[in-house]
Nanobody
Framework: QVQLVESGGGLVLAGGSLRLSCAAS????????MGWYRQAPGNKREWVAS???????NYADSVKGRFTISRDNARTPVYLQMNSLKPEDTAVYYC??????????????WGQGTQVTVSS
């Protein structure tokens, strides 16, 4: 009942910036938290950043000081502002949501991903 669509990926030079967006639809107010993950070639999917319904944010050590996660008032869209990009940031970036199915149970919802390529 919640659907996610990412956008904003592309090709940039090292040191450049991109802003990713994740639009949620459906039962938006069932969403407890949202976040961004990425998967580089040959690597497992890794967590990048998250934001709770109360606005609390957390970041992976690899992106602290460079990336910022934010959202609009109604939980959607959520953004990932990426600055000072490095070639190692190259990956498919996925938006994810933790949504309540009832008062005590949650499940993860995933978008289709958007490609970010940083060239040196």
């Amino acid at each position: 009942q919640v659907q996610l669509v990412e956008s904003g990926g592309g090709l940039v030079l090292a040191g450049g910036s991109l802003r990713l967006s994740c639009a949620a639809s459906g039962n938006i107010f069932s969403i407890n938290a949202m976040g961004w993950y990425r998967q580089a070639p040959g690597n497992k999917r890794e967590w990048v950043a998250s934001i709770t319904s109360g606005g609390s944010t957390n970041y992976a050590d690899s992106v602290k000081g460079r990336f910022t996660i934010s959202r609009d008032n109604a939980r959607t869209p959520v953004y990932l502002q990426m600055n000072s990009l490095k070639p190692e940031d190259t990956a498919v970036y996925y938006c994810a949501a933790e949504a309540f199915t009832d008062s005590y149970t949650t499940k993860e919802i995933w978008g289709q991903g958007t490609q970010v390529t940083v060239s040196s």
